[in-house]
Each structure stands twice: as structure tokens, then as C-alpha cells.
């Protein structure tokens, strides 16, 4: 059993695929938008201030940011180096072997589904609100989680479902859907941002970091899986007209707007609102709700509602992508490889994901499902910026239509800004990672290193 064959790389980027190729770099950078703008901003920045950094999560953000734009640089290489639907799985595959391939797609698996419930959960809570401000709102029972006292989180449920539908549908109407729902929140954002710097009371920044430096970090591991989105932009390769030069640009372009938006409107929610009180599952439009702006809570909580309909929309985009990938390159069975003849999506994987995902959504805590996305997302960050420098050693002769500057001092920070975010996870977080990757380990012995295509090829 060879577990270090090396999936070949096609120096095509235009070869033939059973996927629809339309789209463009600027459909790449909104759906980068769409992707991380969203849990971060509108669910996460509150949580995290409240129970790990206080104020101090503006610089928080900095070094989630930082640590993205390393791994970023790695992506936009990979992705139009490699390419492929597998993003950060293929460039494994092609770098470190099927083995590594394997356990980092199983690990993007794990860290897309979860990412779906987690923000469908803070979805549910901003729809609830929204409801609320209408004179009506959702009962309990229909709300809250069995470990919280209620039967299912319905509206969970229910988003996933709505945009399973909406992917099955094909890859152009998604795009477009995309599209108008980040014209939405980035609304809502600009709304939060004009009417918070009117009303700071500076008394609120203080103390800045309550919890000290460590909680500072702590805050950053946490609100990391909200810079997801750049990655579910690597796996739009096969659906780029042009990946060569459009995925670079979809990733770059989108994490630098993205860290710009987060420094923002962290810096000012801690202003308009002592963090102790943004512990709630919408933190933002409760700010402006006890502000006394009910006008604007009510657009911001619009504006949350697209927001976190969109990050939904790509990682569950991103998930599908990578399980028809795996399938397709044999490590999982070759039903989920299936692409319906005319809308050209991977529908069966979409219907199984989504049943999966809403399950979770519906049953599962926030807190508990945002710690395992986060370990995952920098297993897989980490992994990519490692990428950069082993496939430089291997395959020098390759075309580079983008290359990371300061390789490898670059790439290799990204290894160790990651890895450190990492050792600030609880450890409950390590067990449950350590448990999934073991379930991977079994599947992958047991199927599939026998059934891959590399391996029926020797």
C-alpha cells in the first residue's frame, strides 16, 4: 500500500470538466464576500468580546487577519498552480500524498458541514429577532437546541434545506443570488458603521483586554472559521472561466475587503456597547436595539439575515465541492460523483450534505459546533502554506501565474501562526478533532486506499 502516491497535476487550466465554467473574478470576489463576511461580523465578534478578548477583539481580528493573509498568499498560488474542484484536499494530494490528500479532505469535510450549522444557528437568531420586531417570533421549543430546553432549532433546519435547493439549482443562479445578498449586507454594515461612530462612549474600551493576552489569542482561535470564505473561492477552480489568474485575485481581493470590515465594525460594536452585555446570538442588532436605534437594528438584522444566508451558501458550496472531488478521485464512493446532466451541480452530494448538515444545525449548541469548525480550518490553513513550500521543492519546473512573495519565510509563518492559534483551542476541542480524525483513518483503511483511482492505476 503506497499512501504517499502524488495525484498528478494538469497544466491545463481550461481542461474539460463535467462542471459549468462561469464564472469570473468578480463573481470569485463576491463570492469570497459572501462566504467571510457574515458569522464573523455579525455573530461571532460579540461572543468572543463577551467571553474571551472584551474590546481587545479588534486585535483579535488583526491576528486571525494576519495569519489569513499568509495563507491567503499560499491559496492564490496553489489555486492557480494546481487548481482542481478539492481546493486545499488537491493541493494536498498533489503535494504530500494521497494519505495527507485524504486526512485534510476529510478534516474539510468536517470544517465546512460545521460551519453551515454553526452559522444557521446565528442565523435563526437574527430571523427570530426580526420577527420579534414585527410583533411576532418563534417559540422556544422551535428555537432552541434539546441540550438548551427546546425540541430542534427549526430555522436552521430550514436555511440549509432552502439552500440546498438554491445549489442543486446550478452554479450560475447561485452566483447571481451571491451577488445580490452581499450587495445587502455590506449595506447593513455601512448603516451599523454611520450610526455607531456617532454614538462611541469611549468608557465602554475600557479595560481594553480584560482577559489578558492569552484571551486575546483565544479570541482569535474562535472567531477564525469566519475567514473561511477565501477557501470555498479555491474550490470554484473547475467553475472559473479563467482559474489562472481569476482565483488569485477572488482570494486576495476578497480577505483584504473582509479584514477591513471586521477591524471596523469590532472597533465600534465594543464602542456603542460594553462587551459584557454581547454575548447573544446577534450581537449587533441587540447593540443598536439598546442603543435606541430600533430603525437601524432593524436594517443591520436584515442585513445579518443575507449576510449569514451567503456565508451558508459557500460553505455548504465548499463542502459539496470537496466531498465530489474525494468521490471522484475514488477515496469515497463513486455515487457522490454523479452531476446532473443538465444543471452540470453534483446533486446527490448536495441532498446528502444538506440532510447532514441541518441535523446538526438543528440539535447542536453554537459554541460547541464554532470550537471544532476553528481546529479544522487551521489544520487545513496550515497544511496549504506547507503546499507552497514542498511543491516549490518538487515540481520547480511548474508554471506559477502567482507566486508568494517571500517564499519560504512566508508560507512558513502561515505554518506557525496557525499551529499557535491551534494551542489556544480548548482541549474538548482536541479530543472531539482527534475522534473525527480517527473516524477518517478508519474509512480511509477500510475503502478507501483500496478503492482510489491511483490505486486500481498501480
Given at each position: 500500500?503506497?499512501?504517499?502516491?502524488?495525484?498528478?497535476?494538469?497544466?491545463?487550466?481550461?481542461?474539460?470538466?463535467?462542471?459549468?465554467?462561469?464564472?469570473?473574478?468578480?463573481?470569485?470576489?463576491?463570492?469570497?464576500?459572501?462566504?467571510?463576511?457574515?458569522?464573523?461580523?455579525?455573530?461571532?465578534?460579540?461572543?468572543?468580546?463577551?467571553?474571551?478578548?472584551?474590546?481587545?477583539i479588534?486585535?483579535?481580528?488583526?491576528?486571525?487577519?494576519?495569519?489569513?493573509?499568509?495563507?491567503?498568499?499560499?491559496?492564490?498560488?496553489?489555486?492557480?498552480?494546481?487548481?482542481?474542484?478539492?481546493?486545499?484536499?488537491?493541493?494536498?494530494?498533489?503535494?504530500?500524498?494521497?494519505?495527507?490528500?485524504?486526512?485534510?479532505?476529510?478534516d474539510?469535510?468536517?470544517?465546512?458541514?460545521?460551519?453551515?450549522?454553526?452559522?444557521?444557528?446565528?442565523?435563526?437568531?437574527?430571523?427570530?429577532?426580526?420577527?420579534?420586531?414585527?410583533?411576532?417570533?418563534?417559540?422556544?421549543?422551535?428555537?432552541?437546541?434539546?441540550?438548551?430546553?427546546?425540541?430542534?432549532?427549526l430555522?436552521?433546519?430550514?436555511?440549509?434545506?432552502?439552500?440546498?435547493?438554491l445549489?442543486?439549482?446550478?452554479?450560475?443562479?447561485?452566483?447571481?443570488?451571491?451577488?445580490?445578498?452581499?450587495?445587502?449586507?455590506?449595506?447593513?454594515?455601512?448603516?451599523?458603521?454611520?450610526?455607531?461612530?456617532?454614538?462611541?462612549?469611549?468608557?465602554?474600551?475600557?479595560?481594553f483586554?480584560?482577559?489578558?493576552?492569552?484571551?486575546?489569542?483565544?479570541?482569535?482561535?474562535?472567531?477564525f472559521?469566519?475567514?473561511?470564505?477565501?477557501?470555498?473561492?479555491?474550490?470554484?477552480?473547475?467553475?472559473?472561466?479563467?482559474?489562472?489568474?481569476?482565483?488569485?485575485?477572488?482570494?486576495?481581493?476578497?480577505?483584504?475587503?473582509?479584514?477591513?470590515i471586521?477591524?471596523?465594525?469590532?472597533?465600534?460594536?465594543?464602542?456603542?456597547?460594553?462587551?459584557?452585555?454581547?454575548?447573544?446570538?446577534?450581537?449587533?442588532?441587540?447593540?443598536?436595539?439598546?442603543?435606541?436605534?430600533r430603525?437601524?437594528?432593524?436594517?443591520?438584522?436584515?442585513?445579518?439575515?443575507?449576510?449569514?444566508?451567503?456565508v451558508?451558501?459557500?460553505?455548504?458550496?465548499?463542502?459539496?465541492?470537496?466531498?465530489?472531488?474525494?468521490?471522484?478521485?475514488?477515496?469515497?464512493p463513486?455515487?457522490?460523483?454523479?452531476?446532473?446532466?443538465?444543471?452540470?451541480?453534483?446533486?446527490?452530494?448536495?441532498?446528502?450534505?444538506?440532510?447532514?448538515?441541518a441535523?446538526?444545525?438543528?440539535?447542536?449548541?453554537?459554541?460547541?459546533?464554532?470550537?471544532?469548525?476553528?481546529?479544522?480550518?487551521?489544520?487545513?490553513?496550515?497544511?496549504?502554506?506547507?503546499?507552497?513550500?514542498?511543491?516549490?521543492?518538487?515540481?520547480?519546473?511548474?508554471?506559477?501565474?502567482?507566486?508568494?512573495?517571500?517564499?519560504?519565510?512566508?508560507?512558513?509563518?502561515?505554518?506557525?501562526?496557525?499551529?499557535?492559534?491551534?494551542?489556544?483551542?480548548?482541549?474538548?476541542?482536541?479530543?472531539?478533532f482527534?475522534?473525527?480524525?480517527?473516524?477518517?483513518?478508519?474509512?480511509?483503511?477500510?475503502?478507501?486506499?483500496?478503492?482510489?483511482?491511483?490505486?486500481?492505476?498501480?
Open positions: 500500500m503506497n499512501l504517499f502516491r502524488r495525484k498528478p497535476i494538469s497544466e491545463d487550466p481550461h481542461r474539460d470538466t463535467e462542471l459549468n465554467r462561469a464564472l469570473g473574478a468578480a463573481d470569485l470576489v463576491l463570492l469570497g464576500v459572501g462566504g467571510i463576511i457574515g458569522a464573523g461580523v455579525f455573530v461571532l465578534t460579540g461572543v468572543a468580546a463577551a467571553t474571551q478578548a472584551g474590546p481587545a479588534v486585535v483579535s481580528y488583526v491576528v486571525a487577519g494576519l495569519a489569513c493573509a499568509f495563507a491567503a498568499l499560499s491559496y492564490a498560488e496553489l489555486a492557480a498552480m494546481v487548481g482542481g474542484a478539492g481546493g486545499a484536499y488537491g493541493y494536498a494530494y498533489a503535494g504530500f500524498g494521497e494519505f495527507i490528500g485524504w486526512l485534510i479532505g476529510w474539510l469535510m468536517l470544517e465546512y458541514a460545521l460551519a453551515v450549522a454553526a452559522v444557521a444557528v446565528g442565523w435563526s437568531g437574527y430571523a427570530n429577532n426580526a420577527l420579534q420586531a414585527a410583533g411576532l417570533g418563534i417559540p422556544d421549543a422551535w428555537l432552541l437546541t434539546p441540550q438548551e430546553g427546546g425540541i430542534v432549532n430555522p436552521a433546519v430550514l436555511i440549509i434545506l432552502a439552500i440546498g435547493l445549489l442543486a439549482a446550478g452554479v450560475r443562479g447561485t452566483a447571481r443570488f451571491n451577488a445580490a445578498i452581499v450587495v445587502v449586507k455590506l449595506s447593513a454594515i455601512a448603516v451599523f458603521l454611520l450610526v455607531a461612530m456617532a454614538n462611541v462612549d469611549p468608557a465602554n474600551w475600557t479595560p483586554a480584560p482577559f489578558g493576552w492569552s484571551g486575546i489569542m483565544q479570541g482569535a482561535a474562535l472567531i472559521f469566519a475567514y473561511i470564505g477565501f477557501d470555498a473561492v479555491s474550490t470554484a477552480a473547475e467553475e472559473a472561466r479563467n482559474p489562472q489568474r481569476d482565483l488569485p485575485i477572488g482570494i486576495i481581493g476578497s480577505l483584504v475587503v473582509c479584514s477591513v471586521y477591524i471596523l465594525v469590532a472597533l465600534f460594536l465594543t464602542g456603542i456597547a460594553n462587551y459584557t452585555t454581547l454575548n447573544v446570538p446577534s450581537p449587533v442588532a441587540d447593540a443598536l436595539l439598546n442603543a435606541g436605534f430603525w437601524a437594528a432593524a436594517i443591520v438584522a436584515a442585513g445579518a439575515i443575507a449576510g449569514l444566508t451567503s451558508i451558501l459557500m460553505s455548504y458550496y465548499g463542502q459539496t465541492r470537496v466531498f465530489f472531488a474525494m468521490s471522484r478521485d475514488g477515496l469515497l463513486p455515487f457522490f460523483a454523479d452531476v446532473h446532466p443538465t444543471r452540470r451541480s453534483p446533486t446527490k452530494v448536495i441532498i446528502v450534505s444538506g440532510i447532514l448538515m441535523a446538526i444545525a438543528g440539535v447542536v449548541p453554537l459554541n460547541e459546533i464554532a470550537e471544532l469548525v476553528n481546529i479544522g480550518t487551521l489544520a487545513a490553513f496550515a497544511l496549504v502554506c506547507g503546499g507552497v513550500v514542498v511543491m516549490r521543492y518538487r515540481h520547480p519546473e511548474l508554471r506559477r501565474p502567482f507566486r508568494v512573495p517571500g517564499s519560504p519565510w512566508v508560507p512558513l509563518l502561515g505554518v506557525a501562526s496557525c499551529f499557535y492559534l491551534m494551542a489556544n483551542l480548548p482541549l474538548i476541542t482536541w479530543e472531539r482527534v475522534i473525527w480524525m480517527a473516524i477518517g483513518l478508519g474509512v480511509y483503511f477500510l475503502y478507501s486506499a483500496r478503492h482510489s483511482v491511483l490505486a486500481r492505476a498501480d
